[in-house]
């Protein structure tokens, strides 16, 4: 199924999904004041997760604790498509990578990263195929702050849940996690908000001033 979504030539907007899934589902699922290295470029795929902890010298382990190794444990055998999601566990000024280590992801084919922490080196990372969206760029690296931990497990981002399996979808106005068992409906309602946008414009081109109720709401 992802793969006929990543082909259309038109989609929904972020805005029009949040709306379509506060419909069906009453729960936070959008993510905002996330920036992109290419800040025009579109996110979507399947989540992946690791998820960071505040670094413990005590309990570090070389192997188990090694960015590479989670990983590649993350995105499996079959990485095209998906979208790796970091938990920064609430460090949101702290890096969690940059050109060399994600260099990775423009290896493996993944549609890109998000996160709520940030991120180094924005211009390499913009000449990199996967897109990327974070908290903002930064210049020091947060290897003695973060160490990854737990891979494919629920993750925080942003204030909103992300398990495995759920659609990522992101832009430049925000972010919005889809639940895969309600993907069809939510993507379906969003393209509906949509065609009945285009109706109401029309609707206002034409509106008569005063006739206007003032009363009404409207979004």
Not at 2 to 12: L, T
Not at 123 to 136: H, Q, S, W
Not at 178 to 200: K, R
């Amino acid at each position: 199924m992802i793969g006929s979504v990543q082909e259309r030539q038109e989609r929904p907007s972020v805005a029009a999904v949040t709306d379509a899934l506060g419909r069906v589902l009453n729960h936070q699922a959008n993510a905002l004041d996330l920036v992109s290295p290419t800040p025009g470029r579109v996110l979507f795929g399947v989540a992946v997760t690791i998820r960071f902890l505040p670094y413990r010298d005590d309990l570090f382990q070389e192997e188990a604790n090694s960015f590479a190794r989670c990983f590649y444990a993350a995105i499996g055998n079959e990485p095209q498509g998906k979208v790796i999601v970091f938990d920064s566990a609430g460090h949101g000024n702290t890096s969690v990578g940059g050109g060399t280590k994600l260099s990775r992801l423009n290896n493996t084919g993944v549609a890109g990263l998000i996160t709520d922490a940030r991120l180094r080196d924005f211009r390499e990372l913009a000449e990199y195929d996967p897109v990327f969206y974070c908290a903002g760029e930064a210049v020091s690296a947060g290897t003695a702050e973060l160490m990854p931990s737990e891979v494919n497990v629920p993750v925080v981002l942003h204030g909103v849940t992300v398990v495995p399996g759920d659609y990522v979808y992101a832009d430049s106005s925000g972010a919005v996690i889809i639940p895969a068992t309600h993907f069809e409906e939510v993507w379906g309602a969003a393209s509906e908000i949509e065609t009945n946008e285009v109706v109401q414009r029309q609707s206002i081109r034409e509106e008569n001033p005063e006739d206007v109720n003032v009363g009404s709401r409207e979004h």
